[in-house]
């Protein structure tokens, strides 16, 4: 495992059409892995602490690394290849019948990771390798967030003016999100992040539609 590498946090999840950004990053840069809708949906209800009826697929494992006294220590992307990402889940577990703490790597898609990381508050990192190889979408990201806040502070104040007592706060549009990224026009993209593994050639590749 590398352990030259660079602590991020998940700086943003923001919707796109079919699919959602997850921006990665800190003070010093920020960059944006495109996943699957249901696992950018899962990512933004843990870090908005939404409660579920029932558990969803990252909930389970949460459930079940639990019952076996077990957690997610840290995530590590450690590789990409072209446009594909590659992670590391590392697990610890301690329970009756271990001896002794035992730590885990295992292979797993950076989304899916992402996911976990999120949910139990671990820690994610990125290799150096990767951290460099990056582009840094910073100015993206403030331009989203600062559009979004100017959008909701004029929801804020037709809702006052119009004395609505409901806080009626107008979301930013995919096409407003897909045009400050840079992406529109681009329809029925589909974007999956691949696996984890670096010697796994049979990783599933980002599909980019014209």
Same mark, same amino acid.
């Given at each position: 495992?590398?352990?030259?590498? +660079?602590?991020?946090?998940?700086?943003?999840?923001?919707?796109?059409? @079919?699919?959602?950004?997850?921006?990665? #990053?800190?003070?010093?840069? +920020? %960059?944006?892995?495109? /996943?699957?809708?249901?696992?950018? &949906?899962?990512?933004?209800?843990?870090?908005?602490? *939404?409660?579920?009826?029932?558990?969803? &697929?990252?909930?389970? *494992?949460?459930?079940?690394?639990?019952?076996?006294?077990?957690?997610?220590?840290? +995530?590590?992307?450690?590789?990409?290849? #072209?446009?594909? %990402?590659?992670?590391?889940?590392?697990?610890?577990?301690?329970?009756?019948?271990?001896?002794?703490?035992?730590?885990?790597?295992?292979?797993?898609?950076?989304?899916?990771?992402?996911?976990?990381?999120? !949910? !139990?508050?671990?820690?994610?990192?990125?290799?150096?390798?990767?951290?460099?190889? *990056?582009?840094?979408?910073?100015?993206?990201?403030? !331009? /989203?967030?600062?559009? @979004?806040?100017?959008?909701?502070?004029?929801?804020?104040?037709?809702? $006052?003016?119009? #004395?609505?007592?409901?806080?009626?706060?107008?979301?930013?549009?995919?096409?407003?999100?897909?045009? /400050?990224? @840079?992406?529109?026009?681009?329809?029925?993209?589909?974007?999956?992040?691949?696996? #984890?593994?670096?010697?796994?050639?049979?990783?599933?590749?980002?599909? $980019?539609?014209?």
């Amino acid at each position: 495992m590398n352990t030259d590498v +660079v602590e991020v946090q998940v700086r943003a999840v923001l919707p796109l059409e @079919g699919s959602f950004a997850v921006f990665l #990053g800190n003070e010093a840069k +920020v %960059f944006v892995i495109y /996943i699957d809708e249901s696992v950018g &949906t899962a990512i933004s209800m843990f870090m908005r602490g *939404v409660s579920k009826e029932r558990p969803l &697929t990252h909930d389970l *494992v949460g459930h079940l690394l639990m019952a076996f006294g077990a957690k997610v220590e840290r +995530v590590i992307i450690n590789n990409i290849n #072209g446009s594909v %990402f590659h992670a590391r889940l590392i697990i610890s577990a301690e329970n009756e019948l271990l001896t002794t703490r035992k730590m885990i790597e295992l292979d797993a898609r950076p989304s899916d990771s992402i996911a976990m990381a999120v !949910q !139990q508050s671990a820690p994610i990192f990125v290799a150096q390798a990767v951290w460099d190889a *990056v582009e840094d979408v910073s100015d993206t990201l403030a !331009q /989203i967030e600062k559009k @979004g806040l100017e959008a909701q502070q004029a929801s804020e104040a037709a809702a $006052k003016e119009q #004395g609505d007592d409901e806080d009626d706060i107008e979301e930013l549009s995919d096409e407003d999100i897909n045009a /400050i990224a @840079g992406i529109s026009g681009q329809e029925n993209d589909e974007y999956d992040d691949g696996f #984890g593994d670096d010697d796994d050639d049979e990783g599933e590749e980002w599909k $980019k539609g014209e």
